[in-house]
């Protein structure tokens, strides 16, 4: 029976031929993931499932990101206690803040500990990121990570599949978020629930690996389990330039079932932005420009690779940032901070009157360095812009690129990039 | 099994972040989580929930974030049972693992109104709004997840199962 990418990786995690829609399979994991918020709660539950060890010690990545560098005495408390778990179980892939850290995301792709054809699991929901790798990757809660940490396997359902067919090649100012918001804005927050998002179609070579990771990320902000990319030229040139495991190639069968087949038209697409307080309020940005802002924030595990600073940038070209407007950048990792040094970004930010923070989720779950107050406006390159996710219940979030975001923080307003 | 208590009435889409807000995700502690439950869309909630209350949304619910704080929080704040139109998968999941009884329910979603006594029947999928008198039929769940949820969570169903 033909299957989708997804349901290959699965069947072979699975030690099965093939697998179907709907079929709850127990499979292997290549890689389980936590952060400073959902590992201590995995730590609790570690025990309960009955064996004192890690199945692998190299197969469990743990990153303080989400309130680290410690936010306050609690979340120090969070950190320790995770370092404390990283220490007495030998794991092997334990981030220290500063030294070679980051948010999980950006991080472990550019680690090499993921390849095309693993399993990931994390608690995280981000986890779908690396479906930019030809990887299965999903977020899931603190138990099934401690049940992951523990026997090395777990249950799935096997999801049916949407098919997004790209073709064309993005304009000027256009990219992986803009790709992204404009699938959400079609399908809903809940459109792709219990589905994967397979990718595929000529314009998947037009789009650099920074948008993958952005369109694989926010493939949760549909609802779907995972978000997946075809395994070409420009994914195996990322993963040796990152020294990750030989790639292990799955493809979908041509005569593959999917639910539903949505084509998009990269050429066709403009900067967008997503109003609050749903991912899905996208609206293109022309249509929006002027509303007043107060704050801007580049960054996250969505969009603070060196390819989406470049791009801000780029779109600040020399210009400064708004009197009465903070403008926040937060690369993603230590490696991205330094090559942005030493490109001179950080420099360029610095400038135009941005702060450059380290690296950490911070501000765009409402955790710190940029909490907004009652009545405040943000135009943020995060994922989400529910009520109270960056702050107060009653401020705004405006999801849009980074280079919408530069031209935002100039402008002092919703913006074009010119 | 069965559960009942009065039904607190919610709509689409109830991410997350507004169960239990970042600025409470600095600690595990699930009774420290429980009150602040459901905090940025009803902030009376917590204060107003009795042990065994029935929570009821719509399409979506516990989309977002993967915290699994947040049916952490609703089961320790005292709720019996979540019903919604249609659950986000990873809250869907996180409350099967941690013993935190839900039903899937288009109908009883949408006619179930604040207030009302609801009753719900795990065993026949059969839920009841005996204040109406009304009563709706849920999907059961597949065998593997009624083991599940017969065990109390993964742990347990873990061990019991080696």
């Given at each position: 029976m033909?299957?989708t990418m997804?349901?290959?990786i699965?069947?072979?995690?699975?030690?099965?031929?093939?697998v179907?829609?709907?079929?709850l399979?127990?499979?292997?994991?290549?890689?389980?993931?936590?952060?400073?918020?959902?590992?201590p709660v995995?730590?609790?539950e570690f025990p309960?499932?009955?064996?004192?060890?890690?199945?692998d010690?190299?197969?469990i990545?743990?990153v303080?990101?989400?309130f680290?560098?410690?936010?306050?005495?609690?979340?120090?408390t969070q950190?320790a206690a995770?370092?404390?778990f990283?220490?007495?179980?030998g794991?092997v892939?334990y981030f220290?803040v500063?030294?070679?850290?980051?948010?999980?995301h950006?991080?472990?792709?550019e680690?090499?500990?993921?390849?095309?054809g693993?399993?990931?699991?994390?608690?995280?929901?981000?986890t779908?990121?690396y479906?930019?790798?030809?990887a299965?990757a999903t977020g899931?809660?603190?138990?099934?990570?401690?049940?992951?940490m523990s026997a090395g396997?777990t249950?799935f359902k096997?999801?049916g599949a949407i098919?997004?067919?790209?073709?064309g090649?993005?304009?000027?100012w256009v990219?992986?978020?803009?790709?992204i918001l404009h699938?959400?804005g079609?399908i809903?927050?809940?459109?792709?629930?219990?589905?994967?998002?397979?990718?595929?179609?000529?314009g998947?070579?037009?789009?650099?690996?920074?948008?993958r990771?952005?369109?694989?990320?926010?493939?949760?902000?549909?609802?779907?389990k995972?978000?997946?990319?075809p395994?070409?030229?420009?994914?195996?040139?990322?993963l040796?330039?990152?020294g990750?495991?030989?790639p292990?190639?799955?493809a979908?069968d041509?005569?593959?079932g999917?639910?539903?087949?949505?084509?998009?038209?990269l050429?066709?697409?403009e900067?967008l932005?997503a109003?609050?307080?749903?991912?899905?309020?996208?609206?293109?940005?022309?249509?929006?420009?002027?509303?007043?802002?107060?704050?801007?924030?580049?960054?996250?595990?969505?969009?603070?690779?060196?390819?989406?600073l470049?791009?801000?940038a780029?779109?600040?070209?020399?210009?400064?940032?708004?009197?009465?407007?903070r403008?926040?950048?937060?690369?993603?990792?230590?490696?991205i901070?330094?090559?942005?040094?030493?490109?001179?970004?950080?420099?360029?930010?610095?400038?135009?009157?941005?702060v450059?923070?380290?690296?950490t989720?911070?501000?765009?779950?409402?955790?710190?360095?940029?909490?907004?107050a009652?009545?405040?406006?943000?135009v943020?390159t995060?994922?989400?812009?529910?009520?109270g996710r960056m702050?107060?219940?009653?401020?705004e979030?405006?999801?849009a690129s980074p280079a919408?975001?530069?031209?935002?923080?100039?402008?002092g307003?919703?913006?074009?990039?010119? | 099994m069965?559960?009942s208590?009065?039904a607190?009435?919610?709509g689409?889409n109830?991410d997350?972040d507004?169960i239990?807000?970042?600025?409470?995700?600095?600690?595990?502690?699930a009774q420290e989580?429980a009150q602040?439950c459901?905090?940025?869309?009803?902030a009376?909630?917590?204060?107003?929930?009795?042990?065994?209350?029935?929570?009821?949304?719509?399409?979506?619910?516990g989309?977002?974030?993967?915290?699994?704080h947040?049916p952490?929080a609703?089961?320790?704040c005292g709720?019996?049972c979540?019903?919604?139109?249609?659950?986000a998968r990873?809250f869907?999941?996180?409350?099967?693992?941690?013993?935190?009884p839900i039903v899937?329910?288009?109908d009883a979603?949408?006619?179930?109104?604040?207030?009302?006594?609801?009753?719900?029947?795990f065993d026949?999928g059969?839920i009841?709004?005996?204040?109406?008198?009304r009563?709706?039929?849920?999907?059961?769940f597949p065998?593997?997840m009624?083991?599940l949820i017969?065990?109390?969570g993964?742990?347990?169903?873990?061990?019991?199962?080696?």
């Open positions: 033909a299957q997804t349901q290959k699965l069947a072979a995690h699975a030690g099965k031929e093939e179907r829609a709907g079929e399979i127990l499979a292997k994991l290549d890689l389980v993931l936590g952060n400073d918020i959902t590992t995995a730590i609790g309960k499932f009955g064996r004192a060890h890690v199945f010690r190299t197969k990545a743990l303080p990101d989400h680290a560098p410690n936010k306050d005495i609690k979340a120090a950190c995770m370092r404390a990283a220490r007495e179980q794991i892939h220290e500063g030294h070679d850290c980051g948010i999980e950006a991080l472990l792709p680690k090499g500990l993921v390849t095309a693993d399993l990931v699991i994390g608690a995280d929901s981000h779908c990121t479906g930019a790798l030809g299965f899931v809660g603190s138990t099934d990570m401690a049940a992951g396997e249950w096997v999801p098919r997004v067919v790209l073709t090649r993005p304009r000027r990219g992986g978020k803009d790709v699938l959400i079609l809903g927050v809940d459109g792709a629930r219990y589905q994967s998002l397979e990718f595929t179609g000529p998947v070579a037009a789009l650099a690996m920074d948008d990771f952005t369109i694989a990320n926010m493939a949760i902000e549909a609802g779907a995972n978000g997946i990319f395994v070409d030229e420009t994914c195996r040139a990322y040796a330039a990152h990750a495991q030989a292990k190639v799955f979908a041509p005569d593959a999917y639910a539903r087949t949505i084509k998009i038209d050429g066709a697409l900067p932005v109003f609050p307080h749903l991912p899905s309020n996208v609206r293109p940005v022309r249509d929006a420009a002027g509303l007043p802002i107060d704050q801007v924030v580049i960054g996250s595990c969505t969009n603070g690779r060196l390819g989406d470049r791009l801000a780029a779109a600040l070209r020399g210009r400064t940032v708004a009197p009465g407007v403008c926040i950048v937060i690369p993603a990792t230590q490696k901070w330094l090559a942005a040094l030493e490109e001179g970004l950080l420099a360029q930010f610095a400038a135009a009157g941005c450059v923070s380290p690296p989720c911070g501000p765009c779950l409402g955790g710190y360095m940029g909490i907004l009652a009545g405040e406006r943000c943020a995060t994922n989400r812009n529910f009520v702050g107060h219940v009653e401020s979030v405006y999801l919408v975001a530069a031209a935002s923080a100039v402008a307003a919703l913006a074009l990039p010119e | 069965k559960v208590g009065k607190h009435v919610y689409d109830v997350t507004v239990i807000p970042a600025r409470y995700l600095n600690t595990p502690d989580l602040h459901l905090e940025d869309l009803d009376t909630f917590a204060s107003r929930v009795a042990r065994g209350d029935i929570l009821v949304a719509g399409r979506n619910f989309c977002g974030s993967s915290r699994e947040a952490r609703i089961k320790t709720v019996s979540v019903i919604a139109a249609t659950f990873i869907y999941r996180n409350a099967l693992n941690i013993g935190l899937e329910c288009p979603a949408a006619a179930i109104r604040a207030g009302d006594a609801v009753a719900v029947d026949t059969v009841t709004d005996e204040t109406t008198g009563t709706f039929r849920s999907e059961p065998p593997f009624q083991e017969a065990a109390g993964l742990a347990a169903f873990w061990r019991a199962r080696k």
